[in-house]
Structures are given as structure tokens and as C-alpha cells.
């Protein structure tokens, strides 16, 4: 069975940090492109960041220079290290590989 199981999120003001993890399970984590979208109110589901398995990383340009994803493959987790948050951030992110997502994970950044 497929799990993917973020963590992280929360209420954060403008200007801030977080660091969202996602859990895998069932999948063989470590030949696996992994990347994490986010939904805000309204609007589409949109892709934030992506890893390969090489560690070669892509991001919204929405997000560049202020958002990281890395990987840990002992762990079987993926990151988002989040800093400088803007308002604009607020959304639902998840967790994605293939066909396979997470529960998501509420982030709201405080203006």
C-alpha cells in the first residue's frame, strides 16, 4: 500500500519559515521523481518544486530563491524548506509521485 504523509504546515507571518516533510511508504522511494504541488482557494492545484532521483530540482518561478526540496532516500522523505513567506503562499501543499498523493498539509502565511 502507497502512503504519502506530509507534515509541517501551519499558521506562519509574512517573512517566515517552515519546513514541510512528506513520509512515503510502498514505493521505491529512491528511483522515484518526487515533487510537492499546492492548491490555494480557488484556484488550480499548481506544481511548486520537483526532484529527480539524480537531485536535479525545478520550481514555480513563483518560489525560486525563496523554496528548497531535497530528499533523504535512508528516510524515504522529501522536504520543502520554505523561507521568506509571502501571503501569496497560503495554500494546501501536497505531496506527489506518479499516481499517487498525499492528504495535504495547510499552509497560511499571516500578512
Known amino acids: 500500500q502507497v502512503r504519502l504523509v506530509e507534515s509541517g504546515g501551519g499558521l506562519v507571518q509574512a517573512g517566515g519559515s517552515l519546513r514541510l516533510s512528506c513520509t512515503t511508504s510502498g514505493i521505491m522511494f529512491r528511483s522515484v521523481t518526487m515533487d510537492w504541488y499546492r492548491q490555494a482557494p480557488g484556484k488550480q492545484r499548481e506544481l511548486v518544486a520537483g526532484?529527480?532521483?539524480?537531485?536535479?530540482?525545478n520550481y514555480a518561478d513563483s518560489v525560486k530563491g525563496r523554496f528548497t526540496i531535497s530528499r533523504d532516500n535512508a528516510k524515504n522523505t522529501v522536504y520543502l524548506q520554505m523561507n521568506s513567506l509571502k501571503p501569496e503562499d497560503t495554500a494546501v501543499y501536497y505531496c506527489h509521485q506518479g499516481n499517487y498523493w498525499g492528504q495535504g498539509t495547510q499552509v497560511t502565511v499571516s500578512s
Open positions: 526532484i529527480t532521483i539524480y537531485g536535479y530540482t
